[in-house]
């Protein structure tokens, strides 16, 4: 189960820190990431954190985004500065391949 939390509505170029919270065995064997929906968009990915190698981020988000995780605590975060209006969207963790879907946290960056 992967339950997010830590979204809300900020102005343009604050931050944000989402957290991840995974409950059952395949978060420490598995490659993290965070995706995103818009709303009339489709899920995008946003960035991935492997186990012991560096993280890869959607090239919008570089310089803004960082993704993080401890193993021991089942927990992936994403800490979000410079926030833009086209942030905005529903932000979702999963495993790569993906596991069963959360809720998500909504993030709402206003101009």
């Known amino acids: 189960q992967l339950v997010e939390s830590g979204g809300g509505l900020v102005q343009a170029g604050e931050s944000l820190t989402l957290s991840c919270a995974a409950s059952?065995?395949?978060?420490?064997?598995?490659?993290m990431a965070w995706y995103r929906q818009a709303p009339g968009n489709g899920r995008e990915w946003v960035a991935t954190?492997?186990?012991?190698?560096?993280?890869n981020y959607l090239d919008s988000v570089k310089g803004r985004f960082t993704i993080s995780r401890d193993n021991a605590k089942n927990t992936m975060w994403l800490q979000m500065n410079s926030l833009k209006p086209e942030d905005t969207g529903v932000y979702y963790c999963n495993s790569v391949p993906n596991e069963t879907w959360g809720q998500g946290t909504q993030v709402t960056v206003s101009s």
């Open positions: 059952g065995g395949f978060f420490r064997l598995s490659t």
């Open positions: 954190i492997p186990n012991g190698r560096s993280a």
